[in-house]
C-alpha cells in the first residue's frame, strides 16, 4: 500500500525548494502540484475538513474524497468488468495511481475549473477553520496606466482577469459592545 498522506507531504515539503527565511517557495510547480495530488489520491483514508453553519454555529465536516472517489470510479468500473464485490473492493482500496496517472488530474481540474467560471461562476473554496473564500473570472475594461515617476504610458486592452473575495469567517469574529 502507499504510504500515507501525512507521510508523504512530509517527504514534499522537506524535499522543497525553499527560501534563505527556510518557507517554501509560493510561485507554481507543476511537480509539486502533482506531488500533492499523488498523495491525497495515494491514500484513501486522507482526510480534510470543511467548516459549515448549522444551527447558526460552525460545525466541523469532515470527509475522504479519495475514498469517495475510488468507490464512485473504481468499484463501478471493475465491477463493469465482472470482479466480484470482494475483489472490487479490495482493488478500490489497495490501488495506487501511477505518476503517469496523476500528471493528468492538474489539466482536468485546471480544465474543469476553468469552464465553469467561464460560464459565469464563482467557484467556493472549501471554508477551513480560518479561511473562506472564492475566485471567479472578471472582465477588465480598455485602460491606460501612466507611471507617476517616469510618465510612461501603458495601454492594457480589454482582457479577463481572475478575481477573489475572500473574508474571516464568520466564526472568527468576535461582536464588541
Known amino acids: 500500500?502507499?504510504?500515507?498522506?501525512?507521510?508523504r507531504i512530509q517527504e514534499i515539503m522537506d524535499g522543497a525548494k525553499k527560501s534563505k527565511a527556510g518557507k517554501v517557495n509560493p510561485s507554481f510547480s507543476r511537480k509539486f502540484y502533482d506531488d500533492v495530488a499523488g498523495a491525497v489520491l495515494n491514500d484513501p483514508d486522507y482526510e480534510t475538513t470543511e467548516f459549515k453553519i448549522r444551527n447558526g454555529e460552525p460545525t466541523e465536516i469532515k470527509s475522504k474524497p479519495s475514498r469517495?472517489?475510488?468507490e464512485k470510479l473504481l468499484l463501478p468500473i471493475a465491477k463493469g468488468f465482472g470482479v466480484d464485490?470482494?475483489?472490487a473492493k479490495k482493488f478500490c482500496e489497495d490501488?495506487?495511481?501511477?505518476?503517469?496517472q496523476v500528471n493528468t488530474f492538474y489539466d482536468l481540474m485546471s480544465a474543469i475549473n476553468w469552464e465553469y467560471m467561464n460560464c459565469g461562476k464563482i467557484l467556493r473554496m472549501p471554508n477551513k477553520a480560518d479561511f473562506t473564500g472564492s475566485i471567479f473570472i472578471k472582465d477588465v475594461p480598455e485602460s491606460t496606466f501612466t507611471h507617476p515617476k517616469t510618465g510612461k504610458k501603458t495601454k492594457s486592452k480589454a482582457h479577463r482577469a481572475l478575481g477573489k473575495k475572500s473574508s474571516?469567517?464568520?466564526?472568527?469574529?468576535?461582536s464588541g459592545k
Open 85 to 87: 464485490d470482494v475483489d
Open 1 to 7: 500500500m502507499a504510504k500515507t498522506f501525512s507521510k
Open 168 to 174: 474571516t469567517p464568520s466564526w472568527c469574529k468576535e
Open 68 to 70: 469517495a472517489f475510488r
Open 95 to 100: 490501488y495506487t495511481f501511477t505518476p503517469t
